[in-house]
DNA sequence: TTAACTTTCAAACAGTCGTTTGAATTTGAC
DNA sequence: GTCAAATTCAAACGACTGTTTGAAAGTTAA
């Protein structure tokens, strides 16, 4: 098992599957649409990923993984390091992660981003229970680092501003842009990292340390 | 054609298949699910719409028209009543109009939202060609009303920011959070569309007000 | 070379897909 | 009641779905 061919179909196979899932979806991509544009045999998928839903693990876990670890070292550089620390700082240090994965071809590049961005959308049973559980430190730190800098609000508003950062990082990266139903050309152009980055950090920023509501 | 008896048929088929592609996409929902579900014959979506295509572009023109009337009045409102107006005001007006679309059952409440959340990430060729020209006049007025409060900005981050606020508006009301992945129980609850609104407030519109970038 | 093991392959499995057909039924106007 | 149009229906169309099978080919070590 795992000897040289085998590691190339089965990496091949994920390649191939990720931007196919990204592009249309899981329900919307076919076995045979992944193994043919995969040059590899229709049996191949099942032989090393078990199933679809196994291949979809797979595609998802892989990138998952390194974006959790490259997160939560962040933020553990930045609430050990110093003894008090900003809420724009914890902001730099989530978009930092997703940055380095997005500007990094090994993982796989905005591809990532775009994945997160569509799996959120589109409930796959496996990513509703398995995952979860594994990546909850990520999400716990950097609550109570938020929480840390933004003593002023409660663990409720804390909690949003949270999903309203990452909502607009990830869908900015990912561009995804909801008005591009309502407008022939795009309105803004997603492909520059950097440009994006510097584009949503001061709105971030000024978000996150917005007075308390009503 | 178009009696009694044919538009509670088409119509049934529109609320069911709103709910489904809503939940399982347009690639996951069959047309067996949908006919069944409203207890109609299965032929009756092409006898009425055509195609599986001309279904879901029913179904989605039956939530963006008056969405684009609402949101337009809106700006319009603004704009002639008052000699100037600020990004906040902007921001309103369009969360006004997504709101009222939410919390009004005859357009279908939140799924509305939801709706349109889902279709911007899976993008269908239906909605790539011909609703972006006809709903082009919306996001214009908004993009022009926002340059006008934020004079300091230019036009390229005025498009930035635009998309940012929709991006968390929109994620907000559907209730689609990113972290949800990497964490069991959900952060924030997105069913009551007054305390999300009062949530994003003070985040947009410290946001959209902001300085320039760098 | 033999042997055990891994990987690939073409073919077929039972279901489901969206769509079409032509006949049966219902409807509304005269 | 008659007639034509609108609507519903069961059945079937060919194509495609994810998965399994058992044999063929390839690989590795003794």
Redesign the pocket.
């Known amino acids: ?10 990496q091949r196979i994920l390649d191939v599957a990720e931007l196919l899932f990204v592009e249309h979806g899981f ?1 919307g ?5 992944i193994t043919s544009a995969a ?10 990923f ?6 979809f693990q797979a595609v998802f876990e892989r990138r998952a993984e390194p974006f959790a670890q490259l997160a939560i070292r962040k933020i553990d550089e930045l609430t050990t390091n110093k003894n008090d620390h900003s809420a724009i700082e914890v902001a730099q240090a989530f978009m930092t992660a997703a940055m380095e994965m997005g500007s990094n071809p090994e993982y796989g590049g905005l591809v990532f981003v775009k994945l997160l961005a569509r799996s959120y959308v589109e409930p796959n049973p496996v990513l509703k229970e398995k995952l979860p559980q594994r990546y909850g430190e990520l999400t716990r730190k950097y609550l109570a680092a938020l929480s840390h800098a933004l003593p002023h609000l409660s663990n409720a508003e804390i909690n949003w501003r949270f999903h309203f950062m990452t909502s607009a990082m990830f869908n900015a990266f990912a561009g995804n842009n909801v008005m591009r139903l309502f407008m022939a050309q795009p309105l803004v152009n997603a492909r520059d990292p950097q440009l994006v980055a510097e584009m949503l950090m001061p709105f971030i920023a000024a978000g996150l340390n917005s007075p308390a509501a009503q």
Chains 1, 2 share one sequence.
């Open positions: 098992m795992e000897t040289g061919k085998a590691l190339e179909t089965s329900a991509t076919s076995m045979r649409q040059g590899v045999n229709i049996a191949a998928v099942n032989y090393y078990g199933s679809k839903d196994g291949l």
